[in-house]
């Protein structure tokens, strides 16, 4: 049976916002939903304009958006979209944000500085959102930020059916520092309980890290290895772990994480060194065509959303698609 069929489209609205496309697309392609109109557009003043192309009056809203660059405008976009919801009579206002960037200003780590990940939450809520869905968040405390239903989803599902077809004899699991420990560590129980190391990692400053050697399993006898995190922006700490694998003799590499920022030249700098032998990422983020690398591999999340979308339409538990879920502790 269709789950689509279980589901009102007269009830339901999705839109989009200008970040990610594809991927609302396939998200309500997947649910049986049309994908509704979002007019965007910027005045002379460089002011935007956001108008939903139809109505949402008594309707359950899905907004999605991911905040990637420019992420100011891709939040602002958010924030008009959500009020224009509220305001006009949306019975539930859902954000479902693939990509929650600021989940990275977690902690007060330095005098005078925001906790942004804390601020854009509290702004999300003001703006109209009821319910708030996104994907693997850079650290756990940053669910607790939210103080409207959140569902952080998990993206090791796609991940696991991805590897479950290669060869993973004498591989080892690497998260890039301590901080994602755990988070490898369960990656590595769904890929059928492959050891785990973790990075010492010192982040010297947002483009450059310094990794002095690995924690946990030992990688003798390892003749592959998958360096996983959630996110990959400059690739300096996937290099500088890929350097100490290749040191103690791992000939093939695979980085995987959920969040494919890849700013400036990371996928040239990750895809020049020859013991990397594929880039494995989600399109939480768009990769546009023209940056596409021969090693880079995109996997959807789309269905997990839709899923996810399905289950809390129909009041059913969601809690095997959370990152620390039951099904994926």
Do not use: W
């Amino acid at each position: 049976m269709n789950n689509a069929t279980f589901l009102n489209p007269n009830d339901i609205r999705v839109f989009s916002g200008s970040s990610n496309l594809a991927l609302a697309d396939e998200i309500a392609r997947q649910l049986g939903v049309p994908l509704e109109p979002t007019d965007i557009r910027r005045f002379s003043n460089d002011n935007l304009y956001v108008q939903l192309g139809t109505t949402v009056r008594a309707r359950n809203v899905y907004l999605i958006q991911s905040l990637t660059p420019p992420v100011n405008d891709h939040l602002m976009e958010l924030f008009m979209m959500l009020d224009i919801a509220r305001s006009a009579s949306a019975k539930q206002v859902h954000a479902v944000i693939p990509y929650y960037s600021f989940a990275r200003s977690d902690k007060k780590d330095a005098p005078r500085i925001s906790i942004t990940a804390r601020l854009v939450a509290d702004l999300l809520r003001t703006a109209g959102a009821t319910n708030i869905m996104t994907m693997m968040l850079h650290s756990p405390q940053v669910h607790g930020f939210f103080s409207v239903p959140t569902d952080p989803l998990t993206s090791r599902p796609v991940f696991q059916e991805y590897f479950s077809r290669q060869d993973l004899t004498d591989t080892i699991v690497i998260a890039p520092d301590i901080g994602s420990a755990k988070s490898a560590a369960r990656f590595a129980k769904d890929l059928g309980g492959l050891p785990v190391a973790a990075g010492n990692k010192e982040r010297v400053s947002d483009t450059e890290v310094h990794v002095s050697g690995l924690i946990g399993a030992q990688l003798r006898g390892m003749k592959r290895a998958l360096i996983y995190d959630d996110e990959i922006a400059t690739g300096g700490s996937m290099l500088e772990v890929a350097r100490i694998l290749v040191e103690a003799g791992v000939r093939e590499i695979q980085l995987v994480c959920t969040h494919g920022l890849f700013s400036g030249n990371s996928l040239e700098r990750l895809g020049a060194m020859p013991e990397i032998t594929g880039i494995v990422t989600t399109d939480t983020i768009y990769q546009p065509p023209t940056k596409r690398h021969p090693k880079l591999h995109v996997v959807s999340v789309a269905h997990v959303f839709a899923d996810a979308i399905r289950k809390n339409y129909l009041g059913e538990s969601i809690s095997d698609l959370f990152v620390y879920g039951q099904g994926n502790s």
